[in-house]
Nanobody
Framework: QVQLVEFGGGLVQPGGSLRLSCTAS????????MGWYRQAPGKQRELVAD???????NYADSIKGRFTISRDNAMNTVYLQMSSLKPEDTAVYYC??????????WGQGTQVTVSS
């Protein structure tokens, strides 16, 4: 079992920055990848970025060049540095962890609102 807790959401003006973090607990050694997803009102949940234990990253086209995902070496915390935020980035952001046995776990989500 893996438990995930997100931190760092909030209200930010367009063009601003925000940093999300997600801390994992439980069977951390079983995690092979972690990532961030988001879900805006009336839309499906979508992948924002993910990172593997080896450090390989993957980004959605809509946020390339603006967001950066990183992790600590122990793979128990993953970060999402968000810059040049736009109103369309407004969503609930969820952390996800996937284990070597392909089991996925979700955090509770954190609201990010980009508005003036």
């Amino acid at each position: 079992q893996v438990q995930l807790v997100e931190f760092g959401g909030g209200l930010v003006q367009p063009g601003g920055s925000l940093r999300l973090s997600c801390t994992a607990s439980g069977s951390i050694s079983s995690i092979t990848a972690m990532g961030w997803y988001r879900q805006a009102p009336g839309k499906q949940r979508e992948l924002v970025a993910d990172i593997t234990r080896s450090g390989s990253t993957n980004y959605a086209d809509s946020i390339k060049g603006r967001f950066t995902i990183s992790r600590d070496n122990a793979m128990n915390t993953v970060y999402l540095q968000m810059s040049s935020l736009k109103p369309e980035d407004t969503a609930v952001y969820y952390c996800r962890a996937v284990t070597y046995s392909r089991v996925g776990y979700w955090g509770q989500g954190t609201q990010v609102t980009v508005s003036s």
